[in-house]
C-alpha cells in the first residue's frame, strides 16, 4: 500500500470523526441534521475503501438518503413548535464528566483490542468460499443474506413491518398542507423517476453476482416514492391493499421456508439445485414490500390532506 | 503511457481543478445566490472533465454507457436543486428579514 | 498503519462520540442521531476488521446490511414517537430533563 | 496512473471538507441545503475516481445511487425545511 491511498484514508477517517463530532455538538438541529446526511454518503466512501461495494449501496441509499428525508421530516414537524436548537447541546457538567471518562475508557478499550488482534485471522472468509458453489449465487454477501442466514433475513423483514405497525399505531405525522409544486420540481420528478425505477431493477437482478441486492433496490425505489410525495403529497392508508403488499414479501419468504421443510429438507435450507431461483423469488417480493415500508414510514398515516389531526 | 492516458490525466486535473474553484466560491462569496452559482456550475464542470477523461479508460461498453448516463442526470438533479434552493431563498426574502418562517 | 487500522480506530472514535452524545444530551432528535452515529461506529469496526483479508470476509458485511435496514426502522418508529412526544406534550426533551437548565 | 487517481479523488475529497466549512459557518439555511449538492457531486467524482484506482468498475453504480438519491434530499431540504408558499400573498 503506497502512501498515496493513505492520504486519501487518512482525510476521509478524520472527516468522519470530526462531523460526529459536530453533529453532537453544534447548537443548531437543523446544521447538525445536514451534517448527519453528510455524514452518510462520505460513510459510503469509506466502504468503497474497505472493499464492501454491497454496504456503500446501502449506506448510500438507506443510510444517507431514507434516514436523512425522514430527520428532515421530524425536523419541520418539531419546528412548528418552537425553535428546534439547544444553546449548549454538550455543556460539560459533573455527571457528564463521569460519563466522557467512562467513554474514553471504553474508546481506549476498543483501540488496544483492534491493534492487538492476530493478523493472520481470516474470519469466516473461507468457510463462505468453500459454501459458495452451494449457495445458487455468486455474489457472497447476497448467499449470506438470503441463503446461509436466511433466518436473520426473515426476522428483518419481520423489524420492517413492526415499525410500520408502530408508526401507524403511533398515528403521529398529519400532513403537511399540499404546497403546490412549481414547474421545475414537476420536470425532476418526471426525469428521475424512470431512471429509479431502472436502477432499482437493475439492482436486484444485479445482486447475484455483483454488488446489490432486494434491500438496495428497494430503497432506491422507495426513494422515488418519497420524491413523488414530496413534488405531490399523496396517501398510503392502512387500508387492506397496503398491508397485503407490506406483507407480501414476509409471506413469500415464510411460505418458501415452510414449503422446503414440509418436502423433506429444514426449513430455510434452500435446495443446491433450485436455489439461484428461489433466491431471485424473495427478493423480488421481498423489494416490492421494503420499498413500500420504506416509502409508508416516511408518510406515516395520515388521511386527510388538511393537516387536521386523524386521531 | 499512451496519449489517451495522458488525455484522460489533463481531463481530470482540469474537472479536479473546477471542483476546488466551486468549494473556494462556496467560501468567498458574499451572499446566497451567488455562493450557489458558483457550487453549481463549478461541480458541474468539473464532474463533466472528471467523467470524459475517465470514460476515455472506461474497460467496457456498458462502463461507458453508465459513465455517459450518469452525467447528465447529475447535471439535471443539481441544476434544478439550484433553482428550488434559489427559489426559496428569494421567497425568504421577499418576506422581509424579520419575518419569521411559520408552519401551519 | 494499514486502511484496517485507520477506519477501524476512526470507528472507534465515532462509536464514543455517539455514546457519549446519546447519553449527554437532552433534545430527543438529537438522541437520536447519535444512536444512529453509534451505530456506524460498529459498522465501521467490523467492516474494518472484515477488510484485513483480500477478499474480505463476507459475513461481517451481511451483518451491517442487516444492521443499517434495522436502523432505519429504529430510527422512524422513534422519531414517530417523538413527534408524538411532541405533539401531545408540547416540548422535545423528556420529562426528566424539562425541568433542568 | 493509479496513484494520481487516488491523489486527485484526495483532492476532491479536501475540496468538499472545505465546502462544509460554508455549511457549519452559515448564515441563512440555504447555505446548509446546499450541502446536498456539494457532497452529491463531490461524493460521485470521488466514486468515480476511485472505481478506476481501485480497478472495480461496479463502483459506478454507487455513484448512480448516490447521485438519485442526493436529488432527493435536495428537495426534501426545500420542501420541508424553505418557506412555505403562499404565506406572503405573492404566489
Known amino acids: ?311 | 503511457m499512451g496519449p489517451s492516458e495522458w488525455l484522460s490525466m489533463v481531463m481530470v486535473s482540469v474537472g479536479v481543478f473546477f471542483f476546488i474553484a466551486g468549494s473556494v466560491g462556496l467560501i468567498r462569496l458574499p451572499d446566497v445566490l451567488t455562493r450557489l452559482h458558483a457550487l453549481t456550475k463549478a461541480d458541474n464542470v468539473g464532474l463533466g472533465f472528471i467523467v470524459l477523461g475517465l470514460s476515455l479508460q472506461a474497460g467496457s461498453l456498458l462502463e461507458l454507457m453508465k459513465l455517459l448516463l450518469l452525467w447528465p442526470l447529475a447535471l439535471l438533479a443539481s441544476s434544478c436543486a439550484c433553482y428550488l434552493v434559489a427559489e426559496a431563498t428569494l421567497l425568504q426574502s421577499r418576506r422581509g428579514p424579520g419575518a419569521r418562517r411559520h408552519v401551519r | 498503519m494499514t486502511p484496517p487500522i485507520i477506519y477501524a480506530s476512526a470507528g472507534a472514535a465515532v462509536l464514543c462520540l455517539g455514546l457519549f452524545g446519546f447519553l449527554a444530551a437532552r433534545h430527543v432528535l438529537r438522541r437520536i442521531l447519535a444512536l444512529n452515529v453509534m451505530g456506524s461506529g460498529v459498522f465501521m469496526m467490523l467492516v474494518a476488521l472484515a477488510a484485513r483479508t483480500d477478499p474480505p470476509d463476507p459475513i461481517p458485511h451481511a451483518l451491517v446490511l442487516t444492521g443499517i435496514v434495522v436502523a432505519v426502522c429504529v430510527t422512524a418508529l422513534a422519531l414517530a414517537l417523538l413527534t408524538r412526544m411532541c405533539r401531545d406534550e408540547g416540548s422535545a426533551l423528556l420529562p426528566e430533563d424539562r425541568d433542568i437548565e | 496512473m493509479t496513484e494520481f487517481m487516488f491523489l486527485m479523488a484526495a483532492a476532491v475529497l479536501g475540496s468538499v471538507a472545505l465546502g462544509l466549512w460554508r455549511v457549519v459557518r452559515g448564515p441563512t439555511r440555504a447555505d446548509a441545503m446546499m450541502a446536498a449538492q456539494l457532497v452529491g457531486s463531490g461524493g460521485v467524482a470521488v466514486l468515480l475516481l476511485l472505481s478506476h484506482a481501485m480497478g472495480r468498475a461496479h463502483l459506478v453504480d454507487v455513484a448512480l445511487v448516490v447521485v438519485l438519491l442526493a436529488a432527493m434530499v435536495s428537495v426534501a431540504f426545500v420542501r420541508r425545511l424553505g418557506p412555505v408558499r403562499g404565506d406572503d400573498g405573492t404566489e
Open chain 1, 1 to 311: 500500500m503506497s502512501g498515496d491511498t493513505l492520504v486519501l484514508d487518512l482525510v476521509l477517517a478524520g472527516l468522519l470523526v470530526f462531523l460526529a463530532w459536530r453533529l453532537l455538538t453544534l447548537s443548531d438541529l437543523f446544521k447538525a441534521t445536514v451534517l448527519f446526511i453528510v455524514f452518510g454518503v462520505l460513510l459510503s466512501l469509506a466502504w468503497v475503501r474497505l472493499n464492501a461495494p454491497d454496504v456503500a449501496l446501502a449506506e448510500a441509499a438507506i443510510g444517507a438518503g431514507v434516514t436523512g428525508a425522514l430527520v428532515l421530516d421530524a425536523l419541520r414537524r418539531l419546528d412548528a413548535r418552537g425553535p428546534a436548537d439547544e444553546a449548549q447541546p454538550l455543556r460539560l457538567n459533573l455527571p457528564r464528566l463521569v460519563g466522557a471518562l467512562l467513554v474514553m475508557g471504553l474508546g481506549a478499550f476498543l483501540l488496544w483490542s483492534v491493534l492487538s488482534l492476530p493478523p493472520g485471522w481470516r474470519g469466516l472468509s473461507s468457510e463462505t468460499a468453500a459454501a459458495m458453489p452451494r449457495s445458487g449465487v455468486v455474489n457472497p454477501v447476497t448467499a449470506s443474506l438470503l441463503n446461509f442466514r436466511g433466518y436473520d433475513t426473515l426476522l428483518e423483514i419481520a423489524v420492517l413491518m413492526l415499525a410500520v405497525l408502530g408508526v401507524w399505531t403511533l398515528n403521529a405525522e398529519p400532513m403537511p398542507p399540499a404546497e403546490p409544486a412549481g414547474p421545475i420540481l414537476d420536470v425532476l420528478v418526471k426525469a428521475l423517476l424512470p431512471p429509479m425505477v431502472v436502477v432499482a431493477g437493475y439492482l436486484l437482478w444485479a445482486g447475484g453476482h455483483a454488488p446489490g441486492g432486494a434491500f438496495q433496490g428497494a430503497a432506491v425505489l422507495a426513494a422515488g416514492g418519497i420524491l413523488l410525495h414530496l413534488a405531490r403529497p399523496f396517501n398510503v392508508a392502512n387500508r387492506g391493499v397496503v398491508r397485503l403488499v407490506i406483507g407480501f414479501g414476509f409471506a413469500v419468504f415464510l411460505l418458501v421456508g415452510l414449503t422446503l421443510a414440509t418436502l423433506g429438507g429444514r426449513f430455510l435450507e434452500l435446495p443446491e439445485r433450485h436455489a439461484g431461483i428461489l433466491i431471485l423469488m424473495i427478493e423480488t417480493a421481498a423489494m416490492i414490500s421494503i420499498a413500500l415500508t420504506f416509502v409508508v414510514l416516511f408518510v406515516g398515516n395520515a388521511r386527510d390532506n388538511a393537516g387536521r389531526d386523524t386521531s
